[in-house]
């Protein structure tokens, strides 16, 4: 029979379509190359101005991996090594893969064939050197870059807000209607306005972003601390390796005392301690349901002076899907009450009330140990694709510290339940029943923990809506 042929040929972004390495020349020497040797040709596989780095980012490599695992494709074909992949962890994979079903794999300008055992390991050292070149590349293009920065030259080809990138001249130009704006953003800024408040009126405005993007509240704040904007340009953001020179012909747009107070004053707010898990202080936060979207809410805790302010606000607001008002805790506590002097007191009914407190307390504990649990897997796994390369150490080391911070929240949690918990002492029914039969003025009497105990357990929803300066609730659903 003849071997089932797969022509695979690409060209990266940061190649020049040169005399032998064209998609049409790669094509065109390879079809020649299976015809010399009797292979039929089912298919060609083109990626056209992919990186050959990874495999995830290519859709043909994906849909030749399909056809060869449906026994489709019997051979692969390739004019250079580096035309498939550039890293060695990829290359085994594939070799490993094609392998295990029945598939050779042939390059023209190496001479290679997998058919063989000397064939294979060749593919694996050649496949090292590729690796090494491609990691050497980025190393000098790397020293490049911080090298360019640090002659005072704006090497972000894509430009800012505020600007326009001359491409090939290297410089960038004020781009008139954009700066007046960069000028207002930090006068709004260091008026009082928020980053997502901003972030708001430049929708409103129907200001568009550099790249087409949404306004949010990151975008305003790389705008916030950028220091080209007065004339500076940085390499990196880290202090560590980052630094900041001043640059070769930019104009600034605004005075460096602006600039260094809205520095100061985005210090002194960051002070605030955002949290944005749920706390016994936010016990409306899992019931709370958006009117306007269906949307759940998030909770948000500020420290100041000492003085703790709650928030709650629709989900939906921050990617701009939803522009429901956020709204405080204290608004939220007196529209529930309010609420709750409309209905009348529930009848209690013995049956339900012991099927819905049955093991409270455990099964609270149990939410708590799957959450740890799926945290030490995503723990794990993290780990896995650091010790694999695919992640590097800044990211691996963001992700372990978020992950860190959410497991000593639930740890806390998991003791305090425990803490209060005694061995073989059953719930105390009458004064459930107590809570429930005459609800407001139990409620109030509740502890914070008791209440967000309560909520959690007996309410499916509050639907709420933000009115002029007043808190609706327009549905709860017990």
């Known amino acids: 029979m003849l071997m089932q042929t797969a022509i695979y040929a690409r060209v990266s972004t940061e190649e020049q379509a040169s005399e032998g390495f064209s998609i049409h020349a790669q094509k065109d020497k390879l079809t ?20 050959g780095k990874n495999l995830t980012e290519r859709p043909e490599v994906s849909r030749l991996i399909k056809d060869v695992e449906s026994g489709k494709i019997t051979n692969v074909l390739v004019y250079k090594l580096d035309r498939l992949t550039r890293s060695v962890k990829d290359l085994i994979y594939l070799i490993e893969l094609f392998d295990k079903n029945n598939c050779t794999f042939n390059s023209q300008t190496e001479k290679i064939d997998t058919s063989n055992a000397v064939g294979r390991m060749f593919v694996k050292i050649i496949g090292i050197f590729a690796e090494f070149e491609r990691e050497n590349l980025a190393e000098r293009v790397s020293f490049g870059y911080e090298q360019k920065t640090k002659e005072g030259n704006y090497t972000n080809c894509n430009g800012v807000f505020g600007y326009d990138y001359i491409i090939g001249k290297g410089k960038l130009k004020v781009n008139n209607e954009e700066a007046k704006y960069v000028k207002r953003i930090y006068d709004w800024y260091i008026n009082g306005d928020s980053m997502l408040k901003i972030a708001g009126k430049m929708k409103e405005f129907n200001v568009p972003t550099k790249r087409g993007g949404n ?113 405080s805790h204290y608004k939220m506590e007196e529209a529930f009450l309010k609420y709750l002097d409309t209905i009348e007191d529930f009848e209690f009914n013995d049956e339900v009330l012991d099927e819905k407190c049955e093991s409270i307390e455990e099964e609270d504990i149990k939410k708590i140990e799957e959450e740890i649990s799926k945290l030490k897997r995503k723990q794990y796994e993290t780990t896995e694709l650091f010790s694999s390369d695919d992640i590097d150490y800044d990211t691996f080391k963001q992700i372990k510290n978020v992950i860190d911070k959410k497991l000593e929240i639930l740890y806390k949690e998991l ?64």
Not at 285 to 314: E, P
Request: net charge positive; glycine share 4%.
């Open 215 to 327: 306004w949010n509240q990151s975008t305003i704040s790389s705008i916030l601390t950028n220091p080209l904007y007065i004339g500076n340009v940085r390499y990196g953001t880290n202090k560590k390796n980052g630094f900041e020179v001043v640059g070769k012909n930019i104009t600034p747009l605004i005075s460096k005392d602006l600039f260094y107070s809205v520095q100061d004053l985005i210090q002194k707010r960051r002070k605030f301690k955002t949290k944005k898990y749920s706390s016994d202080d936010t016990y409306y936060f899992k019931v709370l349901k958006c009117s306007k979207c269906g949307g759940k809410l998030h909770a948000r805790q500020q420290i100041q002076s000492n003085k703790k302010y709650i928030t709650y606000q629709c989900n939906g607001r921050n990617n701009h899907s939803c522009d429901a008002k956020g709204f």
């Open 32 to 51: 020649k190359y299976a015809e010399l040797n009797d292979w039929d040709i089912v298919d060609y596989y083109v990626d056209d101005g992919i990186s």
């Open 415 to 478: 003791d305090n339940f425990k803490s209060n918990i005694e061995p073989n002492k059953p719930l105390n029914i009458d004064k459930i029943k107590q809570i429930i039969v005459n609800l407001k003025s139990n409620f109030i009497s509740l502890s914070n923990r008791e209440k967000k105990m309560f909520l959690e357990r007996f309410v499916k929803f509050i639907e709420v809506e933000k009115i002029n300066d007043e808190v609706i609730i327009k549905k709860v659903e017990f």
